[in-house]
């Protein structure tokens, strides 16, 4: 098998996510064959380091032995059995192990396939809390400017990135979105903490004006990954955990992208000493191996829905492949290299080692900002650093970025403007250093004309 070859057969039959298809006209695609570790490998043996860890899902590397091995174990054990009136042994030690884990009081798990669904499903059953608990008038969320949750409806209705939002806005419930509490733009001499605390007044005039019809709010904890990776001060969420109960309000966390230590904590909502009323978990969740998501919740929510049949009070959704055991074997593999050797540790190491190698780059004329909180990184170009105008996003800089990369051995596939650093946990610190040398070579490519 040749790279052209499979590539030839893809484009005949295949439709890739987040992609103009027509740029495959003159942008190769990669075919992979292998991965090990942080590497993949083409069918004609170029490596490329994976410093996204495949959409952000990838913890430990490419075929770790013992996920593997963990895998093949159950792959003989049971495949996939129904949830409903079924249990299996997997999916009751993974929910034990994250109700110790995650922050106090988070005692249920509920199972879905992926991280959309997962929002999907903390969005239901905040509506239908309140519903059975008889306050009907709670239809509403709201949703942090340049939010991002998923690309099913309901998770792009409480998101506020246009270019996943506006093409289906017609077919979106109407939240309410409130200015973001990042600093980026914050005021000469104004700390990441005063922004937020500054921005953090929109939403108490939200929720004291219309906390009838709110039944959550929906927030990205630390970090708003798809929406430029733009990073603010946990201050932002102790206010708004306090202002939730105040109001009657639950809290949502989508740590979907930031969970299982990519902030520099195992969650990102521990850094704020907070417990939010659902925690959405997925990607990292099973090491990169499998689909799988989780909504934790707390007793008193669970308790709403507990009731006689006849009442109607149950919870109403599904999925076909809930809590599948292989996925969740994963996740408890997954779980295990965590509990085996300092990962939290380990990663404040190649977080310093990120951020020096990084650093230098704030000096370049059209970059705007170099930001991290802990394993992630991103640096934003901008036409004019002075005034943070952007490039027109017509010009596509970031793609010459990813092109230089690709021919340089790394997968550094940008979010518009932004290029960032996500890689796997097992990346060394020359890695890095070698991370950075390619995205500084690539912005002077970018920003040359």
């Not at 987040?18 to 942008?27: A, N, P, R, W, Y």
């Not at 998101?159 to 979105?177: C, F, R």
């Not at 700390?191 to 005039?205: D, G, I, T």
């Not at 004329?365 to 650093?385: N, S, W, Y």
Request: glycine share 6%.
């Amino acid at each position: 098998m040749s790279n052209n070859a499979l590539s030839s057969r893809d484009l005949a039959v295949v439709w890739h996510p987040c992609t103009q298809m027509k740029d495959h006209e003159s942008l190769p695609m990669i075919p992979i064959r292998r991965g090990e570790g942080v590497w993949l490998e083409d069918f004609e043996g170029h490596r490329y380091l994976d410093a996204i860890s495949s959409w952000w899902v990838n913890l430990f590397g490419h075929a770790h032995p013992y996920i593997n091995a963990c895998l093949q174990e159950q792959l003989s054990q049971l495949e996939h059995v129904i949830l409903a009136g079924f249990t299996h042994e997997p999916v009751v030690a993974l929910s034990e192990r994250l109700v110790k884990l995650a922050p106090p009081g988070l005692t249920r798990c509920f199972y879905a396939d992926n991280g959309s669904s997962a929002v999907e499903v903390a969005l239901k059953m905040s509506y239908h809390f309140f519903r059975n608990q008889g306050q009907t008038q709670k239809t509403r969320f709201v949703c942090l400017q340049n939010s991002y949750h998923g690309e099913t409806l309901g998770a792009l209705a409480v998101g506020d990135v246009a270019l996943y939002k506006e093409t289906y806005q017609p077919l979106l419930m109407q939240s309410i979105t409130v200015p973001g509490p990042d600093c980026f733009d914050r005021e000469p001499g104004e700390s990441c903490a005063e922004v937020a605390l500054r921005r953090f007044e929109a939403m108490e005039q939200v929720l004291a004006t219309q906390a009838e019809q709110i039944c959550a709010v929906i927030i990205e904890p630390l970090v708003q990954c798809a929406g430029g990776m733009r990073m603010y001060d946990p201050i932002y969420l102790t206010r708004l955990r306090k202002a939730c109960d105040r109001y009657n309000i639950h809290l949502i966390a989508d740590e979907i992208a930031v969970g299982f230590g990519r902030t520099g904590s195992l969650f990102a909502c521990e850094q704020a000493a907070m417990t939010p009323d659902y925690l959405c978990l997925s990607k990292g969740l099973t090491g990169g191996y499998l689909p799988l998501s989780v909504v934790m919740t707390t007793e008193a929510i669970f308790a709403a829905f507990y009731d006689e049949y006849q009442k109607l009070t149950a919870f109403l959704h599904s999925h076909s492949y809930t809590g599948n055991p292989l996925a969740c074997r994963a996740a408890l593999a997954t779980l295990d290299l965590f509990a085996q050797t300092d990962v939290l540790g380990h990663n404040r190491h190649l977080a310093q080692v990120m951020g020096e190698a990084l650093r230098d780059l704030q000096d370049h004329p059209h970059v705007a900002e170099v930001r991290q909180t802990g394993m992630i990184a991103a640096v934003e170009l901008v036409k004019d650093k002075a005034r943070k105008i952007p490039y027109p996003w017509q010009e596509r800089r970031g793609l010459r970025i990813y092109r230089h990369a690709l021919q340089r051995g790394a997968l550094l596939r940008p979010l518009g403007a932004v290029s960032y650093l996500m890689p796997p946990y097992i990346i060394t610190p020359e890695q890095i250093h070698w991370l950075a040398d390619i995205l500084r070579e690539g912005i002077t490519l970018a920003t040359a004309d």
